[in-house]
DNA sequence: GGAGGAATGTGGACATTGTCAACATCGGGG
DNA sequence: CCCCGATGTTGACAATGTCCACATTCCTCC
């Protein structure tokens, strides 16, 4: 279907240039920032080729989110794979914040509520399985009735969760919040 | 300076009008969906009249912020009224995750990165005041080094924070958020 | 190897929006 | 009673998201 497999006729590979374009003008002036004219014309194409590419700025950002979900995804994976079955939530936690910190303006594009996953089925998926993951580290402890984690593990998560809000929102910074994770 | 006091001229109120109609744009609609324009047409007043109240669209994004954080601060205060010391905190979290799950965009524009209180002085005077009760309930172990509440009142604090982030993204609903607050 | 069609990119157009400048109107204080 | 500032209006402009018609490039199938 194509040289590459992933998308590349005339540009060599637009797809992915208007996510990193998109990525560059989402940390320097956050989401209003991204825009569609300004991502191709980094991209070195007209106002209009993104459009082959992404039906609306919305899915370019969630795109970008569905991006954020792998980097963070990764580096969970990371920090779990050298911890003690015992450590990984922790090891789990301070990934987390730790993406928090380094990319408040994908962290907020992911959990800012700016998207709404059920318009965005590639985003939902990546950000199910981030969730899936945390999940399973978070140990056996489910309840299925609630379709969801036990309370103690509830708990951690929004522990965790709300650490993060609090890093990426500059109200506290990384190294406090680490020191809560006991 | 006027016949109210509070900016009453030609329309009556103007302010007031156009920051409940943001509020109505932001709960239908969410944050792109708070217009200027849009704002003073439901106000019946000319696309230009608001530049007399607020000098940008974010500030009136910032007015309708700092509204959600009086109603905010007003709700705990009640609730903490009617509670014994000790309980005192709980109910301020309670009152919190009642605000995110029932004003949900509110929560979102307040905490959800898109306004720098840095760039309106109103907005960070009402955060600041709630973020100032909040450390008063969550007693006196205050770390003055760091600036900050100790640290079993910020784990505390990140805990509600993040359950309330749950909440307002509807990933858990507002009864299991509550249960887990011990 | 060449034709056809799909994938990709271009240019132009339109409505909406934020914002600025110039002008009109209203009301209270000198 | 008149003037001035507060308030509101009209007009304009640039940027943006999005649609449409058209051009170009590459792959596939005969």
Redesign the pocket.
Known sequence: ???SGD??????D??RSLIAAAQALLRTGGIEA?????A??QA??????????F?????LLAAVAAEGFRILHRAQADAAEGAAPADRLKAFGRAYLRFAAEDRASFRLMFGGALDPADHPELAAVAKRTYGALESVAGDDATPGTGFVGRDALRAWALVHGLAHLVADRQIDAAEAEACLS
């Open positions: 279907m194509s040289t998308g590349a006729y005339h540009h060599g637009l797809r991204v825009t569609l004219r300004e191709a014309r070195g194409v007209s106002h209009n080729a993104p459009y082959r590419h039906p609306s700025r919305e899915a």
